[in-house]
């Protein structure tokens, strides 16, 4: 009964607040969608610890397998999966409480949209049905829309939202044909059954192409290169507590998906063709992580910095799971707790900037942030962080992901991660440092075009309530502590290997077979130097930015070709789609003619 | 033997895109987007379809008839709903847009950029 | 990108992806030949297990029941959010904006249609109610009925004026039966694990093939999803014509 919980009931209290929209003060609203998050955070987290040991098979109706076909829908819970959900749990709990400022006439509709958007982001992690993914993942793209363009009395979040909608519904029916796809060629829906029968079979086009429709249908949400535009606008313009949402959590679900679709489903068939796909995705991850950071750096708008920051992450999350190996997959799973905290808690403390002084612009703030000592603080320890600090979240993420990246020939992998630390950690940095000490000049000639923001509080200007200031900080710390928490590499290692095992899934939901105990993990190396390395050039490279003219000029010089790059980040809804369709017919005719 | 139902899926795929990228009223790309997700209902029922045999319902007939598979149009059912919620989420943003923008051209929309 | 740039760029990737398209399909089964074990075991099962003469409401509300439930709930939830965007703002003076059709006005209806439209209410609604209910006998269910529910209150908007029609329509009742319409797919699900099975577990009697009080927990789920549906609809359709009618009548 307990796999149901995550999904069900923040889904009934949704539909509870609906009911008593406007009988229910908006606080108590508020106190019931915090009590139905609490309660699935902790069921999330129970799953997460109960299935350490052997995956957890749940048949909606008692539909069990016959003869080896799946006639129901199975949740297969794992701790990846589990993992991934108590972290939306934790992440929802952050924005809950930061939105108690938020209250306007939507207030309980917001609520409900929220649980409902948690609700599917849990379901899409614990289900085993590709169909029934396809549906959570529609259900948490429904929210996410509405949720997006909340302030609608903002122009331009209406048009981040638009386009956010359009490219994903357009992604969600490439996953369709997908499945349509596959059933087609095996009769079933179930992933473990679907995997059992494309081993067996030919590797064909349609095979490959069911592949690439599903993955890149996924990999638009998580927003890699060229599917990636439609983020920075809908993170630029949504409400800063679901920025938090889309950063943490909704966009490395489509990572998620990418890892979950090629080990219970592919894994067999696409066997043969591991190193080709490894270099693929590693090529997909690096372009991410360059273009995020270079257009990471060129932003003013600081919660558009921020999203540029999350592109150029997600493709280092690319590179872990891309890998194919469990150290990979562990590393990206650690890297996204770490990753995850920290960018929420940078988010919010945009949130508060936007609450004190009505703005996100890193020249409009110019100085104005000298007061506000513990804001910066939090603000600075997660610019830190951000690249790597040796003994967060993210560093151990990166531990993880080296050491998979070395073991099968990616070593310079490394130096990407650096890379694209080192400029994004900068670029906040950078921002930091003109905001909470006026360092620099006032203006810069290299930066993108600036966009107003509409507050998004009413009143209480003067101060910064604890409810927002203390999420941020928490969740802050949380980034930088949660590396040091005993033994996370090895049970994330573990939790792969359990993950990546695909016989052994496919025998434990058809067969109901136990599953046999995972091998102790290598240890991964702890890398203190290139952590450091990566700080210190973050640091640098923020300096020169703000105290040395001559920089300047230089990084104007750099930026003049770069506007080619701001011209594609168009905002026009048109272009995406364009971008859209190259894209996924590259990776259609590239998987198709490579792996055949 | 045919194939054509592949094909008028495909080609309703990439219609749906033109209509999306050379859109010139944000109500017109919503309805395009709309043909995108006709291709998957057309996909869904011609993978189900059974050479001679009979809908799935067993109301009048006796219940060990062959019939086509209803799985996929159960999926389709799904579907259809699926699409009928999005679009009136995208349409609802439309009418926004308008409101706040005073046009529904995407071309005139550049309010988020760079 | 400029309108030609974009569709050059476009009209280039399209043709490949027409061949990416070309090379997925090519090795599907001619139309009429794929063959999937699942649809037939489900056909084999569904009247002797589940006295569901319908096969395909069969598979959405009892063997993929939890499909639909998050079927269901993507309505509700994009329900609230069309009530969430389309919300009135406090900063928007009513009509800041210009009615791009002002001339245009909305012409009375005739009488031909007023009568027809109270006419067809009744039927309407009876046909509704018909269709949600036998879903598990023919084709139709909760979804399809609901759609059809849905079309009285804009008949109902045919045969009245706006205002009167707006007073005549509980909206606070429909906000409301929409929500425990879609609670209680859940309450169903949860009372087949308080009946001893497992979440939508179908342990109800199954009744007689053919009858309307076949399959069990069927009809009940339908009839919640009918209530969700029908109210979901209407309260979209209610959103829109406040937008469209309040604008037009300052």
């Not at chain 1, 952050?94 to 379901?123: E, I, P, Q, R």
């Not at chain 1, 939790?495 to 990546?500: K, P, S, T, V």
């Not at chain 1, 136990?514 to 130097?529: K, Q, S």
Request: charged share 10%; aromatic share 10%; net charge neutral.
């Amino acid at each position: 009964m307990l796999p149901v919980f995550p999904v069900v009931l923040p889904l009934f209290a949704a539909a509870l607040l609906a009911a008593l929209t406007k009988l229910v003060s908006q606080r108590l609203s508020q106190g019931i969608a915090i009590a139905a998050t609490l309660a699935t955070l902790g069921i999330e987290s129970y799953l997460l610890h109960a299935s350490a040991e052997q995956p957890i098979v749940y048949w909606f109706g008692n539909w069990l397998p016959r003869h080896g076909i799946a006639l129901g829908i199975s949740f297969t819970v794992d701790p990846i999966g589990a993992g991934l959900g108590t972290f939306a749990s934790v992440l929802t709990l952050a924005a809950l409480v930061f939105s108690s400022k938020y209250f306007d006439a939507a207030g309980n509709h917001f609520h409900a949209l929220l649980l409902a958007f948690l609700a599917a982001m849990c379901g899409f992690c614990l289900s085993g049905d590709m169909f029934n993914m396809f549906v959570f993942f529609e259900l948490m793209s429904a929210a996410a829309f509405a949720l997006c363009g909340y302030k609608t009395e903002d122009p331009g979040s209406l048009q981040g939202s638009l386009n956010f909608a359009v490219t994903n519904t357009i992604g969600a029916y490439f996953v369709l044909s997908g499945i349509g796809l596959l059933y087609a060629r095996t009769g079933a829906l179930n992933m473990a059954q679907m995997g059992r029968a494309l081993g067996a079979g030919p590797l064909d086009s349609l095979v490959l192409i069911g592949f690439v429709f599903i993955v890149c249908g996924y990999l638009i949400k998580a927003a890699v290169v060229p599917f990636h535009f439609w983020l920075a606008d809908a993170h630029a313009v949504a409400p800063t507590p679901i920025c938090i949402l889309f950063s943490g959590v909704m966009v490395e679900m489509g990572l998620f998906a990418l890892a979950r679709i090629y080990w219970d489903v592919f894994n067999h068939a696409l066997h043969p063709h591991l190193a080709g796909l490894r270099t693929l995705f590693v090529t997909i991850g690096v372009v991410t992580a360059f273009i995020g950071a270079f257009m990471c750096y060129l932003q003013r708008n600081v919660k558009r910095l921020l999203a540029f920051s999350t592109i150029s992450h997600i493709g280092l999350m690319t590179i872990g799971v891309g890998l194919f190996t469990p150290e990979g997959l562990a590393g990206a799973a650690v890297y996204t707790l770490g990753h995850g905290a920290v960018k929420a808690g940078l988010f919010l403390v945009a949130g508060i900037l936007l609450h004190r002084f009505e703005s996100v612009d890193e020249f409009d703030l110019y100085a104005k942030g000298r007061r506000q000592r513990w804001t910066a603080a939090v603000f600075f320890a997660g610019g830190i962080a951000l690249c790597g600090l040796p003994f967060s979240g993210l560093a151990a993420g990166d531990d993880l992901v080296h050491a998979a990246a070395a073991a099968t020939g990616f070593n310079w992998v490394r130096l990407i991660s650096l890379f694209a630390g080192a400029v994004t950690s900068a670029a906040v940095l950078r921002a930091g440092g003109r905001i909470f000490f006026g360092w620099g000049p006032a203006g810069d000639q290299s930066s993108a075009p600036k966009h107003e923001e509409k507050p998004e509080t009413e009143r209480g200007h003067d101060h910064t309530p604890a409810t927002m200031f203390v999420p941020a900080a928490a969740l802050v710390a949380a980034g930088l502590l949660v590396g040091l928490t005993p033994n996370l590499k090895p049970a994330a290692s573990t939790a792969a290997m359990q993950f990546e095992n695909t016989n052994a899934y496919a025998t434990r939901v058809l067969d109901a077979q136990p599953a046999p105990a995972p091998l102790p993990p290598r240890p991964a190396p702890t890398e203190i130097f290139s952590g450091l390395l990566t700080v210190l050039g973050a640091i640098t490279i923020a300096a020169v930015h703000l105290f040395s003219d001559r920089a300047r000029d230089i990084s104007a010089a750099i930026a003049k070709p770069l506007q080619l790059l701001h011209q594609i980040h168009s905002g026009h809804v048109g272009d995406y789609v364009a971008f859209l369709t190259f894209g996924m017919a590259c990776f259609g005719l590239l998987c198709a003619y490579c792996f055949r | 033997m045919s194939y054509l139902p592949y094909a008028v899926a495909a080609w309703l795929f990439i219609v749906g895109l033109y209509g999306v990228i050379s859109s010139r009223n944000l109500i017109h790309l919503v309805i395009c987007v709309g043909v995108i997700q006709s291709s998957s209902y057309v996909l869904l029922l011609s993978i189900g379809y059974r050479a001679g045999r009979v809908a799935p319902i067993f109301a009048d007939i006796p219940a060990n008839t062959l019939a086509v598979d209803p799985i996929v149009q159960a999926l389709m059912l799904t579907d259809i709903v699926v699409e009928v919620t999005v679009i009136a989420l995208l349409l609802s943003l439309a009418v926004q847009i308008h409101k706040r923008h005073g046009t529904l051209n995407p071309d005139r929309l550049m309010k988020v950029s760079g | 990108m400029t309108r030609r740039v974009r569709k050059i760029f476009f009209l280039l990737s399209a043709a490949a992806l027409v061949w990416v398209f070309f090379l997925a399909y090519s090795p599907l089964a001619p139309f009429g030949y794929v063959q999937s074990k699942y649809g037939d075991m489900v056909n084999a099962i569904t009247v002797p297990e589940r006295h569901i003469t319908d096969a395909v409401t069969a598979v959405n509300f009892d063997v993929r029941g939890f499909d639909t439930l998050g079927e269901e709930f993507i309505l509700f939830t994009s329900v609230m959010g069309v009530l969430l965007l389309m919300r009135r703002q406090k900063d928007e003076p009513a009509g800041d904006h210009e009615d791009k059709a002002a001339d245009r006005m909305i012409p009375p209806a005739s009488d031909a249609v007023r009568v027809t439209s109270l006419l067809l209410i009744a039927p309407t609604v009876l046909f509704g109610l018909y269709i949600v209910t036998h879903g598990q006998v023919t084709p139709g269910g909760g979804f399809q009925g609901g759609v059809i529910l849905s079309t009285a209150p804009l008949l109902l908007y045919l045969c009245a004026d706006y205002r009167p029609f707006r007073r005549a329509v509980p909206q606070r009742l429909i906000e409301a039966s929409e929500a425990f319409g879609a609670a209680a797919y859940i309450l169903i699900g949860g009372a087949c694990v308080a009946l001893g099975g497992l979440f939508l577990q179908n342990s109800l009697p199954l009744g007689q093939s053919g009858s309307l009080t076949s399959g069990g927990m069927v009809p009940f789920i339908n009839l919640g999803v009918g209530l969700e549906v029908s109210g979901g609809l209407s309260l979209a359709l209610l959103v829109y014509l406040e937008e469209l009618l309040e604008e037009k009548e300052q």
